[in-house]
């Protein structure tokens, strides 16, 4: 019933910014926090960067400086602008929204996946 819908990945080289956005449909009353994550080949799956709904933020340590996660909470909608990336960044990144209350449950949803690729 609850959707998360991301856009954004591709191929991009070395230094190079993408923006990935992810949005949350359905009937929602209210999100605590939405995140991304990622998990590249041969990789536990880790975390990257989360916002709550009060605009508290949290990163990690790999991408401090380089990556900036926002949030749209009236569209229910997290963005992750990724600048100065580099080819560890490549990995499937999957948005994460926590605590998520509607009618019939408060749960996390996960999205499907964009790939991230940094090459030359």
């Known amino acids: 019933q609850v959707q998360l819908v991301e856009s954004g990945g591709g191929l991009v080289q070395p230094g190079g910014s993408l923006r990935l956005s992810c949005a949350a449909s359905?009937?929602?009353?209210?999100?605590?926090?939405m995140g991304w994550y990622r998990q590249a080949p041969g990789k536990q799956r880790e975390l990257v960067a989360a916002?709550?709904?009060?605009?508290?933020?949290n990163y990690a340590d790999s991408v401090k400086g380089r990556f900036t996660i926002s949030r749209d909470n009236a569209k229910n909608t997290v963005y992750l602008q990724m600048n100065s990336l580099k080819p560890e960044d490549t990995a499937v990144y999957y948005c994460?929204?926590?605590?998520?209350?509607?009618?019939?449950?408060?749960?996390?949803?996960w999205g499907q996946g964009t790939q991230v690729t940094v090459s030359s």
């Open positions: 359905g009937n929602i009353f209210s999100i605590y926090a």
């Open positions: 994460n929204a926590d605590r998520v209350l509607t009618l019939q449950a408060l749960r996390a949803y």
């Open positions: 916002i709550t709904s009060g605009g508290s933020t």
